[in-house]
């Protein structure tokens, strides 16, 4: 048997960042996950926005790894075939498994890392432990479950899942290339929806290395008729939902394979299990729409390393009461409840017709194409990319400041 202060299960986003941060912190940790080298996933392809890269930036890694992503500092923001703003932007694209694998590089050499599958635990107040599919058993004061949308062991906790909206949307993921000559125009793009009816938010274009990287999201159910029409002719189709977006971009092929990924909003109450703890997607999942999935992540993982551990390896025991402290947390739960209803905006805004959205939308339009005029006098108004009208921009903005100064108070040598 191995011992152990904290067992990390998965090594995706969460848990290899958990992994270094902790690794750093000198606590002793193993991190578990299957694969060596993490495999292709279609998940997290950018982070973008001051307050996101500044939380990764904080982790005291996040440096090393935007060294490997590529940089846009320019995006431009369009609607109805027309350009609105040309907007600086802190864009750092790179794609998950390539983002992930460089978090790894950056995980220190006293953290011990096992390449098998974890398949059976047992939770108690005391000690924790973890069968791992070699037969090895790993003994730890704590383990931290990071094992993303995976259900095996969570099921075997009895651990229930809350489905908040199931569907909730669809990401899709393709690379673009300019018919007819070399490049595009545009640095990175950031195309709305023409019509509600259409169900799509918005449509982002960005480079990753010397490729032109496509995400379109929509909101439909995943055996709409209009995703098999996607994948049978997506250059015709994606004409046809946005004509005018060529008005922008110039005729395009789309080429390599297309990726679709549904995701259903969903939180699993774990409040009850001592000597386990859920964070990232194993906790609860966003909307890739909203963009404030990687905001949880680096929010989970800067408070449960830098304030919670800490606090609970200074004394004995690991029972449900200390764990508590953790789903409790009041920057934690801001996070959380600020990225929900970002999910739940963005639907709205994107796709309701009643007076009130339709207001929004326009607003929106109008805030940007007023940004763009005043950019150039230097009178820019600074609204983000995901500016959903009046009143969710307000409750974002206020979530996500309040997250960030709570953030900055913490030690945040080796979190985010």
Same mark, same amino acid.
């Given at each position: ?7 990390i299960i998965g090594g995706g986003l969460s848990g290899s960042t958990a992994a270094a941060m902790l690794g750093r912190?000198?606590? +002793? ?21 001051? &307050?996101?890269? =500044?939380?990764?930036?904080?982790? @005291?890694?996040?440096?090393? &790894? ?20 040309? *907007? %600086? ?5 790179i794609l998950y498994d390539s983002l992930v694998n460089a978090v790894r590089d950056e995980i220190p050499e006293t ?10 635990? =047992? ?20 383990? &931290? ?23 909730? $949307?669809?990401?899709? !993921? ?5 018919? @007819? ?11 709305? +929806? ?6 799509? %938010?918005?449509?982002?274009?960005? /480079? ?25 002719? %997506? ?7 946005? /004509? ?5 971009? !110039? ?17 699993? =109450?774990?409040?009850?299990? /001592? ?34 551990? %800490? =606090?609970?390896?200074?004394?004995d025991g690991m029972d449900a009461h200390k764990i508590a402290a953790f789903y409790d947390d009041p920057v934690k ?6 990225? *929900? ?6 639907? $709205? &805004? ?19 194409? *007023? ?32 997250? +960030? $100064? ?11």
């Amino acid at each position: 048997m191995r011992y152990t202060d904290i067992a990390i299960i998965g090594g995706g986003l969460s848990g290899s960042t958990a992994a270094a941060m902790l690794g750093r912190s000198g606590i +002793s940790t193993v991190l578990i996950d299957p694969h060596e080298i993490y495999p292709a996933d279609f998940r997290v392809e950018k982070l973008s926005g001051q &307050v996101q890269v =500044e939380r990764f930036l904080k982790t @005291g890694i996040g440096e090393s &790894v935007l060294r490997r992503a590529t940089f846009a500092g320019e995006n431009w923001i369009a609607r109805f075939g027309r350009l609105l703003d040309k *907007a %600086p932007s802190r864009q750092f694209n790179i794609l998950y498994d390539s983002l992930v694998n460089a978090v790894r590089d950056e995980i220190p050499e006293t953290v011990e890392r096992v390449w098998v599958k974890a398949v059976s635990v =047992e939770t108690s107040p005391e000690r924790q432990k973890v069968l791992l599919g070699n037969d090895e058993t790993i003994s730890a004061r704590l383990i &931290v479950l990071a094992n993303g949308l995976n259900v095996g062991l969570r099921h075997q906790l009895g651990i229930r899942r809350k489905i908040i909206s199931a569907c909730h $949307s669809i990401s899709i !993921g393709f690379d673009i290339v300019p018919a @007819g000559r070399t490049s595009f125009d545009f640095p990175a793009l950031t195309y709305f +929806s023409e019509r509600p009816s259409d169900r799509i %938010p918005y449509i982002s274009l960005f /480079p990753v290395g010397a490729r032109m990287r496509a995400n379109l999201f929509v909101y439909r159910a995943f055996d709409d008729p209009w995703l098999r029409e996607l994948r049978r002719a %997506p250059a015709a189709t994606l004409d046809a939902a946005l /004509p005018r977006l060529k008005r922008i971009t !110039g005729d395009f092929d789309i080429s390599g394979e297309m990726k679709i990924r549904p995701v259903d909003l969903y939180v699993n =109450e774990a409040r009850g299990q /001592p000597g386990l703890v859920l964070v990232g997607d194993a906790f609860s999942t966003s909307c890739p729409v909203a963009g404030s999935g990687c905001d949880k992540v680096f929010t989970d993982v800067e408070r449960l390393c830098n304030v919670h551990i %800490p =606090e609970w390896l200074a004394s004995d025991g690991m029972d449900a009461h200390k764990i508590a402290a953790f789903y409790d947390d009041p920057v934690k739960r801001a996070c959380d409840e600020w990225s *929900a209803a970002k999910a739940f905006d963005f639907r $709205s &805004v994107s796709t309701a017709t009643s007076l009130y959205w339709t207001a929004q939308r326009w607003a929106r339009f109008i805030a940007w194409s *007023a940004q763009g005029l005043l950019r150039p006098l230097g009178g820019a108004l600074h609204i983000e990319p995901n500016f959903l009208g009046h009143s969710s921009s307000s409750s974002s903005s206020s979530s996500s400041s309040s997250i +960030s $100064s709570s953030s900055s108070s913490s030690s945040l040598s080796s979190s985010a």
